[in-house]
């Protein structure tokens, strides 16, 4: 059984994230629901959580600030002293296209540092306490631009598979503990992030012939999140129409 119902999803204002938040809040879980700068969408996320019946607290802080990480979560635990969060989607993510030939330092090491730093703050600041209670969810979104490279996205496609990476190497160190570690690696999704795209072209080179909906994704994380998966643990799951 799931001993707390606390979920903290990291860029949840937009997007993917906005989907998993209102997924897990239809579940159950009572959302942490982090974001940048983006107030005014992430309280929309939250007035819809709430119109479907469940709730959430806004969390906004830089995943890539270790001290806004911090202080963010210690002032929900004082907050909530018989608390915890027991499963985290680290899903906050930038791209900054550009062959490497002419990209620029900074946008290496943004992308670099929201995906990979990220991971590192947030995941450490709720470990421990997964381990404690012995039992956690950790979910993190990838990409299959980490799995199989992208030409002009040699940063994205770094950042994306050292956090596939970095999944499987903590899956192994916490699994004794009943805390899983799993990344999901997405295709072509709609959202703010691919409406650059020119999908009418890219949409023919997916097997399954369109780009997916951000709720497809939710759902795995559902599945992932719940008892039945309790067995699995360093996996990268795709979900790309068969892209990949
Ligand atoms: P969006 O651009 O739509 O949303 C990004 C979210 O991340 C926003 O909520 C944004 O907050 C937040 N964010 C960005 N930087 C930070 C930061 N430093 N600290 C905290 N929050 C931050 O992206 P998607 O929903 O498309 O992508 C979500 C994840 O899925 C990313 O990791 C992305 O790499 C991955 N992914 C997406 C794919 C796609 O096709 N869309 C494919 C494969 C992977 P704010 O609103 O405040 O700016």
Redesign the pocket.
């Known amino acids: 059984m799931t001993t707390s119902r606390y979920a903290l999803i990291?860029?949840?204002?937009?997007?993917?994230?906005r989907a998993i938040a209102l997924r897990l809040a239809a579940d159950g879980y009572h959302i942490l629901l982090?974001?940048?700068?983006?107030r005014s969408?992430a309280e929309a996320v939250l007035n819809d959580i709430r119109t479907g019946g469940g709730d959430g607290t806004l969390l906004p802080?830089?995943?890539?600030d270790p001290e806004a990480v911090e202080q963010a979560i210690d002032t929900w635990r004082q907050q909530h002293p018989d608390s915890y969060i027991s499963l985290l989607v680290n899903?906050?993510?930038?791209?900054h296209d550009d062959l490497l030939m002419w990209m620029s330092g900074d946008n290496w090491h943004r992308v670099l540092s929201?995906?990979l730093d990220?991971f590192f703050h947030v995941t450490r600041a709720l470990l421990q306490e997964m381990l404690v209670r012995k039992w956690g969810r950790i979910i993190n979104?990838a990409?299959?631009s980490g799995l199989s490279g992208m030409p002009g996205q040699t940063n994205y496609s770094a950042a994306k598979g050292g956090l596939i990476a970095a999944t499987k190497s903590l899956a192994r160190e916490v699994a004794r503990k009943h805390v899983t570690v799993n990344a999901i690696a997405?295709?072509?999704?709609r959202?703010?992030?691919?409406s650059d795209l020119d999908e009418t072209t890219l949409k023919k080179t997916i097997p399954a012939g369109r780009f997916g909906e951000?709720e497809e994704v939710a759902h795995l994380v559902s599945f992932l999140a719940s008892d039945h998966a309790s067995y699995i643990t360093g996996e990268v799951i795709s979900i790309d129409g068969g892209l990949s």
């Open positions: 990291t860029g949840a204002s937009r997007g993917i994230g982090n974001y940048q700068t983006n969408a802080f830089d995943v890539t899903n906050a993510g930038i791209r929201t995906t990220g979104i990409s299959l997405p295709g072509f999704i959202t703010d992030m691919t951000a």
